[in-house]
């Protein structure tokens, strides 16, 4: 009996421990934009648009997915995922053609899609008991960041010791080891009805929540955080070395990140449970965009990037499981994971844009400054519509539960 009570804690920690692999191997993609540039004998903006591509697919792919994790359960989502991921990092080891680089971001892609942030946290918010859905989402949305700083540093040390490829070789053994965890989860949602019940209130889900005023608030909002953390995780080694910034010091910046936003990510999760939830989110946005505004207007300096870092770290991967608790209070838990998948999608058109004007505006300008001023004001824009926002269930759910 003692088991079954401490069954949801092993679900968060079986989902923290993957998270932090996924998200750490996705935030250093960074490390590699200029190694597999030169290698490839391009500019910077053909990877940055290849990790777009993969920002992309990954968002379509988590929306697909979510259904069948509302349907199913986990535990296949999360195998697939594992597997395709492993495999992307596995084709990026080697990119000696344009498809196999695409080949290898798009799996990666899949991978992100099936066992990333959005389907862990979803999986986190359903198994914990109610009073501590925040937390237990927080809790793993912070081990995604520790997964930053652990993955970064051993990374970096990696590329200089042993070279990128076989870094990379290295993440992908590491990432399909994952799978031998799965069995540890149960699959939660297993007892979700597969008739017809189920498909027209999911089809009424979609359609009445995409004219929900709020819901769409918050989607423009996490539309940003996409911009912000794609085009800052992607591009911040680069902007700092180009500005004489040692490489062993951008990539502790990038590092610093996941440490910082441990505290920030348990913190706003901790605040979000005594406060509407969009006060805290909106402050988030507003505050990215004060911390990147310091960090243009100051001298570059190994100081000034540890600390940018460490700050723009606290206001980091917070938003998503404030941004998936919001969603839970619209609707419930029975459809989280498809309504959080839409919004992952507009999340992940923001990620492509970061990645792929950051790439572009390098090669015209040799410099990143207007990617750091159009940061600013897009941080502002999401400020103003997300602290709108209402956290209340949904005018239309009792039109769904009719359907149900």
Not at 38 to 46: Q, R, V
Not at 157 to 174: C, D, H, P, R, Y
Request: hydrophobic share 55%; glycine share 10%.
């Amino acid at each position: 009996m003692e088991i079954k009570k401490l069954d949801w804690q092993v679900v968060i920690l079986v989902c923290s421990i993957i998270i932090a692999m996924i998200m750490g191997v996705r935030q250093a993609l960074g490390l590699f934009l200029e190694p597999i540039s030169s290698f490839m004998n391009d500019g910077k903006e053909f990877f940055s648009f290849a990790i777009g591509i993969q920002a992309m697919v990954w968002g379509v792919v988590t929306f697909v997915l979510g259904i069948f994790i509302d349907k199913f359960g986990p535990q296949k989502v999360l195998a697939f995922g594992i597997v395709c991921f492993a495999s992307g990092i596995f084709f990026m080891s080697n990119p000696t053609s344009e498809i196999r680089l695409f080949s290898g971001t798009t799996l990666m892609g899949f991978g992100l899609g099936g066992a990333g942030m959005a389907t862990i946290v979803s999986i986190a918010g359903k198994v914990a008991p109610v009073n501590k859905r925040s937390v237990a989402m927080g809790l793993v949305a912070a081990a995604g960041s520790f997964g930053q700083f652990a993955v970064v540093i051993p990374t970096m040390w990696m590329n200089k010791e042993f070279g990128w490829q076989v870094s990379l070789l290295v993440l992908a053994s590491i990432s399909i080891c994952l799978l031998f965890l799965l069995p540890l989860l149960s699959d939660q949602n297993k007892s979700v009805a597969k008739d017809q019940s189920f498909q027209d209130g999911l089809k009424h889900t979609i359609k009445f929540s995409l004219k929900e005023r709020n819901y769409l608030l918050l989607i423009i909002g996490f539309f940003v955080c996409g911009f912000h953390v794609t085009f800052i995780a992607l591009h911040l080694p680069t902007d700092l070395v180009s500005k004489g910034i040692s490489v062993e010091v951008a990539g502790w910046s990038l590092a610093i990140i996941g440490v910082t936003n441990i505290l920030g990510t348990l913190g706003f999760g901790w605040l979000g449970g005594k406060i509407k939830k969009p006060m805290p989110l909106s402050i988030i946005y507003l505050f990215r965009s004060l911390a990147i505004t310091i960090f243009v207007l100051s001298p570059p300096s190994p100081i000034i990037a540890i600390l940018f870092g460490a700050l723009i770290g606290v206001f980091w991967l917070a938003t998503v499981p404030m941004t998936n608790a919001i969603i839970l209070s619209f609707i419930g838990p029975k459809y989280l994971a498809t309504l959080s998948g839409i919004c992952f999608i507009c999340h992940q058109l923001g990620a492509v844009l970061g990645a792929w004007l950051g790439g572009r505006f390098f090669d015209i300008y040799g410099n990143y400054e207007n990617m750091w001023w159009l940061s600013v004001a897009l941080g502002i824009i999401a400020f103003i519509l997300t602290i709108t926002v209402k956290e209340e269930p949904f005018s239309i759910n009792s039109e769904i539960k009719e359907v149900v």
